[in-house]
C-alpha cells in the first residue's frame, strides 16, 4: 500500500482499492460538483476527481474555465476510505482513533523550508481574486460560494499554541472571506485575545490535505491537532513558515495555501449554508478574513467537502467522538463489541454492539452510558453481535424484527442536547431515546437468524 504523506498519495491509494472515479467531462462548480458528489457518497459510490472545471458565465455569457485545476471530494466518506485514510481494518477506525487520540501517543510536526505550495505564490493585493480559484457553490439554497474543505492553521498570540479546526468561509470580495468562528473553538479564542489588543490575527487555509491531517483537524484537543495526525501516520507531520503570516505549521505538502488576517472588530453576514445537521443554517455575523497571499503546487487539486453529507458529519460527528463514545459505554458494560455513529443520522443516533447480555437491563444502562458520552447523542440503539453496525439494512431489520415498542424503549425528557438538532428546543433541550433491539429477552424460543455465505459474483457473470 502506498504511504500515505499527502492528498496525492491518498488518491493514488483510492484508485488502488476501487475508490475513485475520475470525471474527465467538463463539470460546473456551481451545484454539479457537489450533486456528484453527494450521489457517490449516499450510494456508495467512489469518490471524484474532476479533472474539467468550468463555473458561472462570465459577462461574454462563456463559462469560466480553471484550466489546469482539479477538484476532489467525499475522501473519507465511507468506512472503507476511512480504513484507507487511517491504514488499518474497517472494525478498527474506532480504535486506532482512540489511539492517536492519546497524549501519550503524540507526535509532534518537524519544521522544513521546502514545500511544493510555495512554488506559485502571489502576493500582490491588487492581483488576487479568489473568485478566479474553483470554490464551489454546493447546494441551492447556500448564500454563495463557500470553502468548506479548507484546514484554519492558527495559533494562539500568547501561548503559542498551534491548532488545526474548521470554519466554513464564503467569499464576499476579490480577497476577503466571511469567516464563521463558533464560541467553543480554538480559533475563535486566539482572534478574542487578539483583538482585545486590537490586533490582526495571522491564519493560513490550507486546502487538500492528508486525510490524516484533515481527520485531526475535525478533533477536539488541548495540544496541537498536527501532533494526532502524527500519531495516525506514526511519523511527524512535516510543516513549515507562512510568507506573509507568522504561522509555523501550515503543512508543507497541502495543495493550496491561502494566508491573511482575521480582522480586529470587523463583522459581515455570511451564509446561509448546509449544515450537518440536514438543514441549511441561518446567516451569521462574523469575523472577516482578509487574505494576503494565494499559493498553490503545480496542477493544483482543490478538495472540498459536500457540506452536510456523509464526509462532513465523518468529519465533524463519527471520528472524533466514537472513541468517546467506546470510552463510556464500556465503562457501563465489559460485553461492549464495537460502537458506530452513523453518518447519515447526522452524529444524533448511535448504534452500540453487546455480546450476548449478561441480563435484561444491561442495554438500558448502556444506552444511558451513551446518552453521557456527548450531549449530541440523542437516539441510542443497542444491537447484538450478529447485526451489522454499518449496515443501514441491517439495523433496521434488528428494529423491525427484534423491538416490542412498548417495552423495548425508554425515553428521557427535558436533557440536553445539541442546538442546532432541529427536534430540540433554540437551547437544545428534548427528548432521548434508548431503543434496546437485542434478540433473545426471555419471552418465547425463536430459531436463529437465517444467513448465506458471500459469493464472487464474478465468476457467475463474467
Partial sequence: MTQIHDLRSFIETLEAHGQLARIRKPVSIIHEVADIGATCERTG?????????????????????????????????????????????????????????????AIAPVLTEHAEWKRHVTTDLNQIDLRLLPIPKHAVGDGGRFITGGVTVSKHPESGIGNLGYNRMEILGPRTLGMNINQWRDVQRSHAAAEAKGKPLGIAVAIG?????????????????????????????????????????????????????????????????????????????????????????????????????????????VLPREPLLMRFVSHTSRNVQAVHIPPYTNGFLVVVQLSKKANMGEPRNVAMGAFAAHPNFRVCVVVEGDVNIYDPSDLMWALTTRVDWGRDVFTIPNAQGHEMDPANDSKGIGTKIGIDATFDKGRRPYGSRVSYPMVDLSRYLA
Fill in 45 to 105: 459510490g467512489p469518490a471524484p476527481l474532476f479533472e474539467q472545471l468550468t463555473g458561472e458565465s462570465t459577462a461574454s455569457h462563456e463559462p469560466q474555465s480553471f484550466a489546469g485545476w482539479r477538484l476532489f471530494s467525499s475522501a473519507v466518506a465511507n468506512q472503507k476510505r476511512v480504513a484507507l485514510a487511517l491504514n488499518c481494518d474497517k472494525t478498527a477506525v474506532t480504535a486506532t482513533m482512540a489511539n492517536a487520540l492519546e497524549p501519550q501517543n
Fill in 209 to 317: 490535505l492528508d486525510p490524516a491531517l484533515s481527520i485531526a483537524a475535525g478533533c477536539k484537543y488541548e495540544g496541537d491537532e498536527t501532533q494526532i495526525a502524527g500519531a495516525i501516520r506514526g511519523m511527524p507531520v512535516e510543516v513549515t513558515r507562512g510568507i506573509t503570516v507568522d504561522v509555523d505549521t501550515i503543512p508543507a505538502h497541502a495543495e493550496v495555501v491561502l494566508e491573511g488576517h482575521i480582522l480586529p472588530g470587523a463583522r459581515r453576514e455570511e451564509g446561509p449554508l448546509a449544515e450537518f445537521h440536514g438543514y441549511y443554517g441561518e446567516p451569521w455575523n462574523s469575523p472577516v478574513f482578509e487574505v494576503t497571499a494565494v499559493c498553490h503546487r503545480s496542477e493544483p487539486i482543490y478538495q472540498t467537502i459536500v457540506p452536510g453529507w456523509n464526509e462532513h458529519i465523518y468529519i465533524g460527528n
